[in-house]
């Protein structure tokens, strides 16, 4: 039979006999077994060539694959040390914010660069991919047939890809908005954690507790309406996809009930505009991708602009405090805090510390001793006044020279991984070239040697 009529009858032999469609057809099964058996024979006969082609092949995939993950890794690794380098370069009032806390900052330097690392590794390929299908596929439809083509690629296709658009824009903002949110809670977390002597002293563990229950209460209530938005854009942009594909059928075979289109006209162009929509609804799966690297690149660009105040410019890069400065002098010193800017914490601070002069600042909780401190450190520059350091402005001194003639000790201070030598060496700008007796030296002035020298391993502990 041939388009629903019959054009031959007959028996076997009789058939192939005519020598019309009945015999090609015959004909087109022995080709085929014949193919087949033929490709056989070759593969046997190439089969142990092809074996050390296979696995040529095989290694120059593996060395491929290899050097992607190390070169993946290494970049991950760079973005992680270029960025924990930077934030340690910055001024200490970006880490008074209070996003800027430790457990916030801990998250975000290691999460921000993974979710970069994403995009910019094998997604950011596929992404190419489903672009370059999209295209391809739309051009394939329309040529091969106008009508149908530039009705569903031009009627359908916008509307869906309109729809991922809204997606991506939501889930932006659903990231950024969740992110805020989790980066308090687990501040939170960590500096109860960090104190946990000074929590447990108080007897807070059950306050800490129920007040991070309740900002994770708090994150789930707030959030759910931005959930809900998200879910309705996902569940549309599924629907769309469905629409072009009902308006694909309805109007392709309308099309052929009219003979305008062959049923080979027809699938060509329903399925290449069905691969593009597929190929645009793949490129949604990797909106997620796209939203958090987007976010981390924004951060991290902004980390990258930030202009420190207080730091080694070429102006001040061989300037240093004198040897032996007769005086500290503090001239009308006010300063207020660039994230509380309206509480003044030092209102016009005056007066002279002598060399030799010990010096308290004594007062209530909150009234500017830290503060002091910090501005004789120079963690931050006075708002106005100035403090000189003899008859030099401690502001235009060059800070890392001018901190080397300087030593805090903190009421809580900090022990880092590593011995006790190693702690002491910190700071110091050569610490390769300090011998036993300079950090001996130090610890006698600081009355530890004793208990250093008390335990098994000394400073090696």
């Keep these: 039979m041939s388009k629903g009529e019959v054009c031959e009858s007959g028996t076997h032999s009789q058939l192939l006999g005519m020598n019309g469609a009945y015999a090609r057809l015959v004909k087109a099964q022995d080709l085929e077994s014949n ?26 995939h593996t060395s491929a694959s290899h050097r992607k993950g190390v070169s993946s890794a290494v970049q991950q690794q760079e973005l992680l040390d270029y960025n924990n380098w930077k934030k340690r370069g910055i001024d200490i009032q970006f880490f008074d914010r209070a996003e800027n806390t430790t457990g916030a900052l801990t998250s975000r330097l290691s999460s921000q660069p993974t979710q970069l690392q994403e995009l910019m590794g094998f997604n950011l390929s596929l992404i190419f991919i489903v672009i370059i299908q999209i295209v391809t596929m739309s051009i394939l439809a329309i040529a091969t047939g106008w009508k149908l083509g530039l009705v569903v690629a031009l009627g359908g296709l916008p509307p869906l890809l309109f729809a991922g658009y809204l997606r991506i824009r939501l889930e ?29 002293s108080l007897a807070l563990e059950r306050q800490i507790l129920d007040q991070y229950r309740n900002m994770i209460d708090g994150i789930v209530q707030t959030s759910i309406p931005s959930i809900l938005h998200s879910m309705f854009w996902f569940a549309l942009s599924q629907s769309v996809d ?3 594909l009902a308006l694909g059928f309805w109007y392709g075979c309308r099309l052929l009930s009219f003979n305008q289109y062959t049923m080979r006209q027809f699938y060509i162009v329903f399925v290449g505009v069905f691969l593009s929509g597929q190929g645009a609804a793949q490129f949604f799966m990797y909106t997620s991708s796209i939203t958090k690297a987007v976010s981390a690149g924004n951060y991290m660009a902004w980390v990258r602009s930030l202009k420190p105040i207080v730091t080694e410019t070429p102006d001040n890069h061989d300037k240093g405090s004198s040897d032996s400065p007769d005086s500290m002098i503090l001239d009308n010193v006010r300063f207020t805090y660039p994230t509380r800017s309206d509480a ?6 005056s007066m002279t510390i002598q060399l030799g002069e010990f010096v308290a600042f004594v007062g209530s909780s909150g009234c500017g001793k830290s503060t002091m401190i910090s501005m004789l450190e120079r963690f931050y ?46 700071g110091f700008e050569n ?17 530890i040697y004793s208990f250093i020298e008390s335990l098994p391993e000394g400073l090696n502990t």
């Design 35 to 60: 193919q087949k058996q033929h490709s056989d024979t070759e593969a046997t006969e190439t089969g142990d060539e092809g074996e050390k082609e296979d696995t040529g092949l095989k290694q120059i």
């Design 172 to 200: 932006f903002r659903l990231d950024e908005e969740t992110g805020k949110r989790f980066a308090n809670s687990s501040a939170l977390a960590g500096e109860a954690v960090a104190a946990i002597r000074t929590v447990a």
């Design 381 to 426: 520059d006075p708002s106005s006044g100035s403090i000189n350091l003899g008859a030099q402005n401690i502001a235009l001194l060059n800070p890392r020279l001018y901190r080397g003639h300087t030593a805090l000790v903190q009421q809580e201070p900090t022990l880092y991984q590593g011995t006790i030598r190693e702690n002491i060496s910190f």
């Design 431 to 447: 610490a390769e070239a300090l011998t036993d007796d300079m950090i001996i030296n130090a610890c006698k002035q600081a009355n």
């Design 242 to 244: 469905l629409f072009v």
């Design 344 to 349: 003044k914490v030092l209102g016009g601070i």
